[in-house]
T-cell receptor
Framework: EAQVTQNPRYLITVTGKKLTVTCSQN?????MSWYRQDPGLGLRQIYY???????DKGDVPEGYKVSRKEKRNFPLILESPSPNQTSLYFC?????????????FGEGSRLTVL | QKEVEQDPGPLSVPEGAIVSLNCTYS??????FMWYRQYSRKGPELLMY????GNKEDGRFTAQVDKSSKYISLFIRDSQPSDSATYLC???????????FGAGTRLTVKP
């Protein structure tokens, strides 16, 4: 089954404790991206990657890191989480690098930072 | 002003009603217009995809794009309880990788 898999789905952590949210896709997609979803603000892009070893900032990259060492994986790293990073996070992938084409989303990771 | 504006609702309608969901946008470079549906505790899934202006119909769903007014709509005919979800508009074009989402409208269809 074609899918984007994120883990963990739910996480409660404390300020400053490093965490990683994993993302994996099995569709051989070129493009992968991370979004956060907050009430009233919709989906905002954090980072994206158009290919292995190629990553770039989205609209809200502060406090986050990513890496793309393999085509299928795109982990999101919070080096020192803060309460304003409490949010619902989505990983997404797309077949091509351009802006057209369907985005496939994971089921989301709800993060709470105390 | 946000680049994409969407009324978050919530919107509640009886089963069988016609639903109209709308977004406005400010970036005239957008050429690709999408509607995603997001069920509770799930990720968004693509529902409709339209290029440039015009209408597109798929079963009970119709997407309309009016580029001159920078206004897009999604109509749902004969709405069903299974249509209860959050609907997000999305659009792209112009800058590479420049996809923008609306805030989403939460719809409830009551039996």
């Amino acid at each position: 089954e074609a899918q984007v898999t994120q883990n963990p789905r739910y996480l409660i952590t404390v300020t400053g404790k490093k965490l990683t949210v994993t993302c994996s896709q099995n569709m051989n997609h070129e493009y992968m991206s991370w979004y956060r979803q907050d009430p009233g603000l919709g989906l905002r892009q954090i980072y994206y990657s158009m290919n292995v070893e190629v990553t770039d900032k989205g609209d809200v990259p502060e406090g986050y890191k990513v890496s793309r060492k393999e085509k299928r994986n795109f982990p999101l790293i919070l080096e020192s989480p803060s309460p304003n990073q409490t949010s619902l996070y989505f990983c997404a992938s797309r077949r091509d690098r351009g802006t057209t084409g369907e985005l496939f989303f994971g089921e989301g990771s709800r993060l709470t930072v105390l | 002003q946000k680049e994409v504006e969407q009324d978050p609702g919530p919107l509640s309608v009886p089963e069988g009603a016609i639903v109209s969901l709308n977004c406005t946008y400010s970036n005239s470079a957008f050429q690709y217009f999408m509607w995603y549906r997001q069920y509770s505790r799930k990720g968004p899934e693509l529902l409709m995809y339209t290029y440039s202006s015009g209408n597109k119909e798929d079963g009970r769903f119709t997407a309309q794009v009016d580029k001159s007014s920078k206004y897009i709509s999604l109509f749902i005919r004969d709405s069903q309880p299974s249509d209860s979800a959050t609907y997000l508009c999305a659009m792209s074009g112009g800058n590479n990788n420049d996809m923008r989402f609306g805030a989403g409208t939460r719809l409830t269809v009551k039996p």
